[in-house]
């Protein structure tokens, strides 16, 4: 008879995939706002959230199988393999770090899950066979889509023989570090740190056409109830869930000691980010505009992903911007029905309802991780007005409308 994983087994493989999954919702959380390709910032919005969900049905597990210490959460299955991810982390090409994450890490990764299924004690094991297939058959669709993504930038580039080398490579280290598995060696105690520099925009492609001054800011004048103003406020809020899906990526990267449940959080707004990106481009195509049709404006980036305090950034973006939005969204809605378009005013209702839990993420985590730190409270509560005051066309819109909405509920 085969094999059958004990009860001990099992919990260090499932902290070993644990690591590999946080990792790798962090190496996509990083890199998001850094690729070119619109498409892969969306799939890492859904995949960010994809991953969190495995760790976390992983996590879920562990203690059920005694492990209830938190050392089991997490085990680096090797230094080796800890380098490796951050060889590929450190590189800065788009193409190299989709073969490294698609045709290396998470075929690794299903490849493990597969030969652990076929291992499993039945029936006592089910549970961990019921997460694990969920898992590995997520995980195949991740490499599926990657590996189109891979041979369209390969083909695009024409860079075949740089991609296969530098995957031949990655390749060879895996194989040495033993793999997701760890197999022969002992858990790692490397760890790295994923640092940025100063960012003051994200990446766009060729189409956008990224305002160089605030002052040309004009797309909140437009309303939803006409055809002009439809394109102009789609099209600018295009480029928002883009930002979005991006700035919270960086959260996920930079802040791997955050609550876990916030991290839940954060990468489920990823995902809503990435859908809403969907939908609102399809919309803005549906009635005849386009990607990059107006000037797009970023106001925001810079004064949310270099700031130290991941509490200032959802107090600036998710309290104050996305709490605006949702104000927008509702006139929206009242102006799709009241002109008779059904179709925008059903897709609006969608957003608004992800909207306001983007809001309430902001409020509950800052609430939560404050209480017993007033000083921090005040800074973080704080850090809006400092950036709003600022003389700033959009910045001075936003203050505007936020005290008239504050004097109407007043
Ligand atoms: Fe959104
Ligand atoms: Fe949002």
Redesign the pocket.
């Known amino acids: 008879m085969a094999h059958t994983f004990s009860v001990r087994e099992n919990l260090d493989q499932l902290g070993k995939y644990r690591y590999v999954e946080t990792e790798c919702m962090e190496l996509m959380g990083g890199w998001a706002y850094t690729m070119i390709d619109p498409d892969i910032k969306i799939g890492f919005g859904r995949q960010m959230f994809q991953d969190s969900v495995h760790a976390d049905l992983l996590g879920r597990r562990i203690p059920e199988l005694k492990g209830r210490s938190g050392r089991h959460q997490s085990i680096t299955p090797s230094d080796d393999f800890v380098r490796l991810l951050e060889k590929i982390w450190n590189n800065s090409d788009e193409l190299l770090r989709m073969v490294g994450l698609y045709r290396i890490i998470k075929p690794s990764l299903v490849e493990s899950y597969r030969h652990h299924l076929e291992h499993l004690e039945l029936p006592a094991d089910e549970p961990t066979a019921y997460i694990l297939r969920h898992i590995a058959d997520e995980e195949q669709d991740h490499v599926e889509w990657g590996e189109n993504i891979v041979v369209r930038l390969t083909a695009a580039s024409k860079r075949e023989d740089e991609a296969d080398a530098w995957q031949e490579d990655l390749a060879r280290r895996l194989q040495q570090s033993g793999g997701v598995w760890g197999e022969g060696k002992t858990p790692g105690t490397y760890s790295f740190k994923k640092i940025y520099s100063y960012s003051k925009l994200p990446a766009r492609d060729s189409r956008w056409n990224l305002m160089k001054s605030p002052s040309e800011f004009t797309e909140k004048n437009w309303s939803f109830d006409t055809q002009e103003g439809k394109l102009h406020l789609l099209h600018d809020?295009l480029n928002?869930?883009f930002i979005?899906v991006e700035r919270m990526g960086r959260i996920l990267s930079d802040f791997p000691d955050i609550p876990w449940q916030m991290k839940m959080d954060m990468a489920r707004q990823a995902w809503?980010?990435a859908r809403?990106a969907e939908i609102v481009q399809r919309r803005l195509e549906e009635l005849g505009g386009h990607v990059g049709m107006f000037p797009t404006s970023c106001f925001g980036w810079e004064q949310d992903v270099n700031r130290p305090d991941p509490l200032e950034r959802l107090a600036l973006s998710n309290m104050t911007f996305?709490s605006e939005?949702c104000k927008h969204l509702r006139d929206w809605i009242a102006k799709a029905n009241k002109t008779g378009d059904a179709r925008s005013q059903q897709l609006v209702e969608f957003?608004l309802a992800?909207?306001v839990n983007?809001v309430l993420y902001g409020v509950h985590w800052i609430d939560e991780l404050t209480k017993n730190d007033p000083e921090r409270r005040a800074r973080v509560l704080s850090y809006p007005d400092q950036v709003l005051a600022e003389q700033h066309p959009v910045g001075v819109y936003f203050k505007e409308t936020i005290n008239a909405g504050n004097e109407q509920r007043g």
């Open positions: 809020l928002s869930e979005t809503d980010e809403h996305e939005s957003l992800d909207e983007h």
